[in-house]
């Protein structure tokens, strides 16, 4: 290979790295993976003492149009408490969550977001002495609000700051031991890569070529 092309394939990295270009960074059609660990803690715990426990999964978010994204997230997490008897115990519980935000600085490196959405939820119900309980369904749904930011450090990377208020549809969380149905709150981080489609490739290409010629 000679030196030309070589040299060409470590500036276009480059650019793909570190460049953090004028336009929008929720553009349309712009999509991230990423993971996602978080923190979760209950609230209104009742008879029963609550502390953080932590969780971990998979990110994602599709932007439909500027200033509106699509955001989901698949996880693990746990719920800590202990009771009367001073025995701590945990429940655990498997989501896919589903959001809608609006992006309230799409063209800025640092956008923040309010989202709302809801979760398909498979957990381990608990009494409150955190044995398993008779006839409880272990499938939920969560009704979620919450605010975050996006944090670009490039084009192609981001980490996302999330807290999230979730409303369960159970008293089984930490066993029955409030009159209303549980409730917690989350927070979050998140790394993403972002993938784009042909006209953005074809773009920064251009861009690149454009940079050369004016280098000469």
Request: charged fraction near 15%; charge should be negative.
């Given at each position: 290979m000679s030196k030309f092309p070589f040299c060409y394939l470590i500036s276009l990295l480059l650019v793909f790295m570190l460049t953090v270009p004028s336009f929008g960074q929720t553009r349309?059609?712009?999509?991230?993976?990423?993971?996602?660990?978080?923190?979760?803690?209950?609230?209104?715990?009742?008879?029963?003492?609550?502390?953080?426990?932590?969780?971990?999964?998979?990110?994602?978010?599709?932007?439909?149009?500027?200033?509106?994204?699509?955001?989901?997230?698949?996880?693990?997490?746990?719920?800590?408490?202990?009771?009367s008897l001073n025995k701590t115990s945990t429940t655990d519980l498997m989501a896919a969550n589903f959001y809608v935000s609006g992006d309230l600085m799409p063209n800025s490196s640092f956008n923040l977001f309010l989202l709302g959405?809801?979760?398909?939820?498979?957990?381990?119900?608990?009494?409150?002495?955190?044995?398993?309980?008779?006839?409880?369904?272990?499938?939920?749904?969560?009704?979620?609000?919450?605010?975050?930011?996006?944090?670009?450090?490039?084009?192609?990377?981001?980490?996302?700051?999330?807290?999230?208020?979730?409303?369960?549809?159970?008293k089984d969380y930490n066993g029955p031991v409030n009159s209303d149905n549980d409730s917690f709150l989350r927070g979050s981080v998140q790394i993403r890569y972002y993938l784009f489609d042909q006209s953005f490739i074809t773009k920064l290409f251009e861009a690149q070529r454009e940079r050369s010629k004016r280098s000469k």
């Open positions: 349309v059609g712009k999509f991230g993976v990423g993971v996602d660990g978080s923190m979760q803690y209950i609230l209104g715990g009742g008879s029963v003492k609550t502390s953080p426990a932590i969780g971990y999964g998979v990110n994602m978010s599709y932007s439909i149009m500027e200033g509106i994204s699509l955001r989901s997230k698949i996880a693990v997490n746990e719920l800590s408490w202990t009771n959405g809801g979760g398909l939820v498979f957990f381990d119900p608990k009494t409150a002495a955190g044995g398993r309980p008779g006839f409880v369904s272990s499938f939920d749904i969560h009704f979620i609000g919450g605010a975050g930011a996006d944090i670009f450090l490039s084009e192609f990377w981001s980490i996302t700051l999330m807290g999230e208020y979730v409303l369960t549809n159970s």
